[in-house]
């Protein structure tokens, strides 16, 4: 096990990059139950997908939402963002939470990373990992996973399209997908919504080319902020 990895060494970490983060957060954006933000990175803090700043974007904007706020999440692995999201919604607020749960992608270098994460963990589905991280938190009622691949979920759930507050898309990395992804999902997101994407100016290329497209083509109204590798827009 790498130093770092190191049970007291990662605690000492963990209370000095999430304590420097919520320093400037709560000076930001006092009005944030930044409590809560805590209490969820602290359930997570083995989990390395995801920045505080990032984490803490998503918890903004979900933060930001109405109250009874539809939400959707393209690509939620084992519900880290999902359950930043969730953390910050009000009321009766749901999120769709689609994924394969089997980590399949068709650019190679995610596709390598998830073999060996399914090696490691021994297991062929992280939808399990995924539900008891939303009972552990008490968000289960928050969570509705549909085990799907990206755009047969869009052809599922297109009763919701216009009516959708905030999507967040973090899917297949590759230009095709990113792009596909993009088309699907954007018609669902209401008038003044928001869309969300991750891993754009990442090295996931395809991710930022498919974006950057879709700026130039006028998809989106305005952008709402970039927390290092999450890029939101108005629609």
């Known amino acids: 096990m790498a130093f770092k990895h190191w049970p007291l ?10 304590g420097r983060f919520l320093r400037g957060a709560r000076k930001r954006r006092g009005d944030l139950n930044w409590d809560e933000f805590l209490r969820i990175a602290r359930h997570f803090k083995t989990d390395d997908m995801g920045s505080f700043p990032e984490r803490g974007y998503l918890f903004q904007l979900a933060s930001d939402l109405p109250a009874g706020a539809k939400v959707i999440e393209v690509g939620s692995w084992m519900g880290a ?28 270098e995610d596709a390598a990373w998830y ?3 399914f090696q490691s963990m021994g ?27 990206s755009l047969a979920a869009a052809k599922q ?34 008038r003044g919504g928001v869309i969300a994407f991750h891993d754009f100016g990442s090295r996931a290329d395809g991710v930022t ?27």
């Open 157 to 190: 759930l297109e009763k919701m399209k216009g009516t959708v507050d905030f999507i967040f898309i973090d899917g297949d990395h590759s230009y095709e997908a990113c792009k596909a992804d993009i088309l699907a999902w954007s018609p669902f997101v209401k």
């Open 115 to 117: 073999n060996r994460h």
């Open 209 to 235: 080319r498919a974006i950057f497209e879709e700026i130039k083509a006028g998809r989106f109204a305005e952008i709402v902020g970039v927390a290092n590798t999450i890029i939101a827009f108005r629609m």
């Open 81 to 108: 963002s999902t359950c930043f999201i969730a953390g910050g919604l009000k009321g009766a607020a749901k999120i769709h939470a689609v994924d394969n749960f089997q980590g399949l992608s068709t650019c190679g």
């Open 9 to 18: 060494v990662r605690d000492v970490r963990f209370a000095q990059k999430c």
């Open 123 to 149: 297991k062929a589905s992280t939808l399990e990992i995924f539900q008891r991280n939303f009972a552990d938190l008490g968000f289960a009622e928050r969570a509705e996973p549909v085990v799907s691949d």
